[in-house]
């Protein structure tokens, strides 16, 4: 995993660690495409994330935050876990396009967190995007509602180190094993994206339309086979690939349908796919 830069989970290997976080990177634009930079992303203790909105949601609407699953407060969760409506008091550094903080964002809930299938987490806030538009002029990120396609030019933004990475997206993977985790249909970057520790939860941006399209969580170091940093391929025959220095994410078209008016955790709704407890 693109791991938490956290003491407690020191039994990993932590790449990047003590390294000194990099400048800002400059606004890039896409041909074409939109600006893409730090507003609406922010900084975790350990990780990084994004103020999120999906088709559907309303000013109105409590703010969520997307990071992923290996970066929730009270630990991993385990294979086949998934936590809902759990009480928090997590708190975010949200910033500015330049990178610089502006406030800080506290949940009051996990709304959703596993390891299964994907590596999320989503938190909500106790504000509104309406709250935040107008005390800081940041809006939220939205989250694409379509499979991505391969070959998109993408910008993994990390909170965390401040730090931008560009490449594009090389294809998807059937399975990504790593240790007991088991994710399906992942992204897989192109080498450009050599993302660190510390960039956990970044949001993955389409640089065309500035949406989020997956949530950056892992890469294989040293090219060992599915263990913990260093996840394999696996395809529909069982056959297993092993890309050393190439690095992941979590694809999120499937978690708006998941949530109903007023931005509520629906596991039963109609095409909602994501892992039920």
Same mark, same amino acid.
């Not at 450009?192 to 949406?211: L, M, R, Y």
């Given at each position: 995993?693109?791991?938490?830069?956290?003491?407690?989970?020191?039994?990993?290997?932590?790449?990047?660690?003590?390294? $000194?976080?990099? !400048? /800002?990177?400059?606004?890039?634009?896409?041909?074409?495409?939109? @600006? +893409?930079?730090?507003?609406?992303? *922010?900084?975790?203790?350990?990780?990084?994330?994004?103020?999120?909105?999906?088709?559907?949601?309303?000013?109105?609407?409590?703010?969520?935050?997307?990071?992923?699953?290996?970066?929730?407060?009270?630990?991993?969760?385990?294979?086949?876990?998934?936590?809902?409506?759990?009480?928090?008091?997590?708190?975010?550094?949200?910033?500015?396009?330049?990178?610089?903080?502006?406030?800080?964002?506290?949940?009051?809930?996990?709304?959703?967190?596993?390891?299964?299938?994907?590596?999320?987490?989503?938190?909500?806030?106790? $504000?509104?995007? !309406? /709250?935040?538009?107008?005390?800081?002029?940041?809006?939220?990120? @939205? +989250?694409?509602?379509?499979?991505? *396609?391969?070959?998109?030019?993408?910008?993994?933004?990390?909170?965390?180190?401040?730090?931008?990475?560009?490449?594009?997206?090389?294809?998807?993977?059937?399975?990504?094993?790593?240790?007991?985790?088991?994710?399906?249909?992942?992204?897989?970057?192109?080498?450009?994206?050599?993302?660190?520790?510390?960039?956990?939860?970044?949001?993955?941006?389409?640089?065309?339309?500035?949406?989020?399209?997956?949530?950056?969580?892992?890469?294989?170091?040293?090219?060992?086979?599915?263990?913990?940093?260093?996840?394999?391929?696996?395809?529909?025959?069982?056959?297993?690939?092993?890309?050393?220095?190439?690095?992941?994410?979590?694809?999120?078209?499937?978690?708006?349908?998941?949530?109903?008016?007023?931005?509520?955790?629906?596991?039963?709704?109609?095409?909602?796919?994501?892992?039920?407890?």
């Amino acid at each position: 995993m693109n791991k938490p830069l956290l003491a407690a989970l020191s039994s990993l290997a932590i790449a990047g660690l003590g390294a $000194t976080p990099a !400048a /800002a990177a400059p606004q890039a634009k896409a041909a074409h495409g939109v @600006t +893409v930079n730090f507003a609406g992303t *922010v900084s975790l203790s350990n990780c990084s994330g994004s103020v999120i909105r999906f088709p559907g949601s309303a000013d109105t609407d409590p703010a969520l935050v997307l990071t992923n699953g290996h970066c929730l407060e009270t630990g991993f969760p385990a294979p086949g876990q998934v936590i809902t409506g759990q009480s928090s008091s997590r708190s975010f550094g949200l910033l500015n396009s330049s990178g610089r903080k502006v406030a800080t964002l506290r949940a009051n809930q996990v709304v959703y967190s596993t390891m299964t299938d994907t590596d999320v987490t989503i938190y909500r806030t106790t $504000t509104t995007y !309406a /709250a935040i538009k107008n005390s800081y002029g940041i809006g939220p990120l @939205t +989250v694409q509602d379509t499979h991505p *396609v391969a070959g998109t030019a993408i910008k993994v933004v990390s909170g965390y180190w401040k730090r931008v990475y560009s490449c594009n997206i090389d294809g998807f993977v059937y399975r990504l094993k790593e240790g007991g985790w088991t994710w399906k249909d992942s992204v897989r970057y192109t080498s450009a994206c050599n993302t660190i520790g510390g960039t956990s939860g970044s949001p993955v941006i389409d640089t065309a339309t500035g949406k989020v399209v997956a949530v950056n969580n892992t890469g294989n170091e040293d090219g060992r086979r599915c263990t913990e940093n260093n996840p394999c391929e696996v395809d529909e025959s069982g056959n297993v690939t092993v890309r050393q220095g190439i690095n992941y994410a979590e694809e999120t078209y499937n978690i708006p349908a998941c949530f109903t008016t007023g931005n509520k955790l629906n596991l039963s709704a109609s095409g909602c796919t994501l892992p039920k407890p």
